[in-house]
């Protein structure tokens, strides 16, 4: 196993204190025999000086070159790299806010559709199945089109979160500004604009009422 720069400079720290305390043992600090005092201090001031060096070197060397096995020398991740994530593809559509690309389930940033069971009230007070008709109109609005994904995260689903495109128009937008999906704010406020707009104009489920669908998926 190939031994690192930085243990070698503190193995040759290592081995200058043990000649610092072996030349202190066998040399009486007040003369030994045959052996001149300046001589002494000369020995121990070189070993002093030999012991600090190791440290010095050890302590540059673990710094600029930490050991190729340590955590600390791995390349770190962007924390945004997974917005650099493009899925492109003809999607299956599987809601209002969640569609399949190349087996790549992806749900639709910042919007909430009504879920696939739920049901609302039209203008006229009759239930329908808006879950049902949200999925709808995202179909027939991209119809048969080329989608693309830039991705913003991963739910706790395991599914990506993000924003598609139709050609250059946002289909999360599109889904709110027509009143098949609400703005989720709990995640995002991108698409408020949309959603007050759709509610101005009764769009889509603002023709009549309805439960927001994070609401409903609760009771449900």
């Not at 209002?96 to 049901?119: K, V, W």
């Not at 048969?144 to 739910?155: A, I, K």
């Not at 704010?185 to 889509?204: C, F, I, T």
Request: with cysteine; aromatic share 8%.
């Amino acid at each position: 196993m190939p031994v690192s720069t930085a243990r070698i400079a503190t193995l040759a720290m290592i081995a200058a204190l043990f000649v610092l305390r072996a030349m202190r043992m066998f040399w009486p600090q007040h003369g030994g025999a045959g052996v001149p005092r300046e001589s002494q201090d000369a020995s121990l001031r070189l070993s002093w000086l030999t012991l600090a060096v190791a440290v010095l070197a050890s302590a540059a060397v673990s710094h600029s070159a930490p050991d190729r096995n340590s955590p600390a020398s791995s390349p770190e991740l962007p924390s945004d790299a997974s917005l650099d994530l493009v899925t492109s593809g003809y999607p299956r559509v599987i809601n209002g806010d969640t569609i399949n690309i190349q087996g790549s389930r992806i749900r639709l940033f910042g919007i909430d559709a009504p879920e696939s069971q739920q049901t609302c009230k039209n203008a006229s007070g009759r239930v329908f199945d808006c879950g049902w008709k949200a999925t709808v109109a995202l179909v027939d609005h991209i119809a048969g089109g080329t989608v693309s994904c830039r991705s913003r995260g991963v739910d706790r689903f395991g599914r990506t979160v993000a924003v598609c495109h139709l050609g250059s128009e946002d289909l999360n937008a599109w889904m709110v500004a027509n009143g098949w999906a609400v703005a989720y704010r709990h995640y995002s406020l991108d698409y408020v604009p949309q959603e007050n707009a759709a509610q101005a104009g009764k769009r889509g489920i603002w023709a009549g009422s309805f439960m927001a669908p994070s609401e409903w998926r609760r009771a449900h």
